[in-house]
């Protein structure tokens, strides 16, 4: 039996909105490789950041904080035009890197993970810091007095009581590192199978005649990896309190 004409269109509509093409399957593969790197780099550096910010009073330190925060005040063109600035070949960063660790950023799929990690950077540090300030400052003195060092007390005391925090902000800065466009497309450019990832293919597709179908299929795999990253990051959040609390 043969299905009518309105079926068979429809099926081949679905069909095409769930299947990927290489090229996209290479995008998505890409962007989670984009988006672990950033995040395996930038979270180490973000807690250090929030425990300063937290616990720390020096000169500079709402300089530092301003800092930190600026990329997510300055549009994202001109976070990537500073980053190609700096860490192009013939930028003052990125030629010391390249002629002496043979690291090369700009135009390179390493660059989108640069770009990527540090406009989730400010997104990572803030509950990092918050869930420091959270942690009772009498415990660590307690722990203290028995004679562990500070890096212990760190180790041992705050950062484990600030664990939700963290997390929760390294599954945002993952999240925020996949959609990352602006700053990406400025420094690295949008060469596919090199720097070509989610937001980049979308914005690619939506340019192309007849890319709708495309455009939208990418949309929703962005939205559902992006809404699932924050729905765990809450999940685990919650579960990591009642946890603490129970202790």
């Not at 340019?207 to 990418?218: C, H, I, K, N, S």
């Amino acid at each position: 039996m043969k299905r009518s004409a309105p079926q068979a269109c429809g099926h081949s509509i679905e069909a095409a909105v769930i299947t990927l093409t290489p090229a996209e399957w290479q995008a998505l593969t890409l962007t989670l490789k984009v988006a672990a790197t950033a995040l395996a780099v930038a979270l180490p550096v973000a807690v250090f950041a929030g425990y300063a910010l937290a616990r720390w009073r020096f000169p500079g330190h709402g300089l530092l904080n301003g800092v930190i925060h600026m990329p997510l005040v300055l549009p994202p063109v001109v976070t990537g035009y500073v980053l190609l600035i700096l860490f192009g070949r013939t930028g003052p960063v990125g030629s010391i890197l390249e002629s002496t660790f043979g690291m090369t950023f700009a135009f390179r799929w390493t660059g989108a993970a640069l770009a990527a990690g540090i406009m989730a950077f400010p997104l990572m540090v803030r509950p990092v810091r918050l869930a420091i300030e959270a942690v009772d400052p009498k415990l660590e003195e307690a722990a203290a007095t028995l004679g562990l060092r500070r890096g212990i007390v760190l180790a041992i005391v705050t950062l484990p009581l600030a664990l939700p925090g963290i997390l929760a902000a390294g599954i945002l800065g993952f999240a925020k590192a996949m959609g990352e466009f602006g700053a990406t497309i400025t420094f690295v450019s949008n060469i596919p199978g090199e720097t070509r990832t989610l937001a980049l293919a979308v914005y690619t597709a939506a340019q192309t005649p007849d890319g709708e179908v495309a455009a939208f299929r990418l949309t929703i795999i962005s939205a559902a990896v992006a809404f699932g990253a924050l729905i765990a990051s809450e999940a685990v959040a919650r579960r990591l309190s009642r946890r603490i609390r129970g202790t």
